[in-house]
């Protein structure tokens, strides 16, 4: 059935870049938009980032903008987050979903950090 798997995680230097990807199938990848969330330990899981079916439009969480990129390829049924100038605030558990269909991979770590 479905399936997503996060990866590209890591530990990062504040200023530093990590680019995530999730790797998706059972689900007709190009319907559906595409976002990233994140989770830091005992805070709400947060949206970071969308973007439509054909990647045209995109939109990002105010703490974000100008630092993150989300980009996806529907050949490869893949979702990125392109991010730069970390901040030690972005340190969580990155997840992707297909909007809004009630599942999720188990993440991938985020820890920005000197």
């Known amino acids: 059935q479905v399936q997503l798997v996060e990866s590209g995680g890591g530990l990062v230097q504040p200023g530093g870049s990590l680019r995530l990807s999730c790797a998706a199938s059972?689900?007709?990848?190009?319907?559906?938009?595409m976002s990233w969330y994140r989770q830091a330990p005992g805070k709400e899981r947060e949206l970071v980032a969308t973007?439509?079916?054909?990647?045209?439009?995109?939109n990002y969480v105010d703490s974000v903008k100008g630092r993150f990129t989300i980009s996806r390829d529907n050949a490869k049924k893949t979702v990125y987050l392109q991010m730069n100038r970390l901040k030690p605030e972005d340190t969580a558990l990155y997840f992707c979903?297909?909007?809004?269909?009630?599942?999720w991979g188990q993440g991938t770590q985020v820890t920005v950090s000197s």
């Open positions: 979903r297909a909007n809004v269909l009630p599942y």
């Open positions: 059972g689900f007709t990848f190009s319907g559906y938009s």
């Open positions: 973007i439509g079916p054909a990647g045209s439009i995109t």
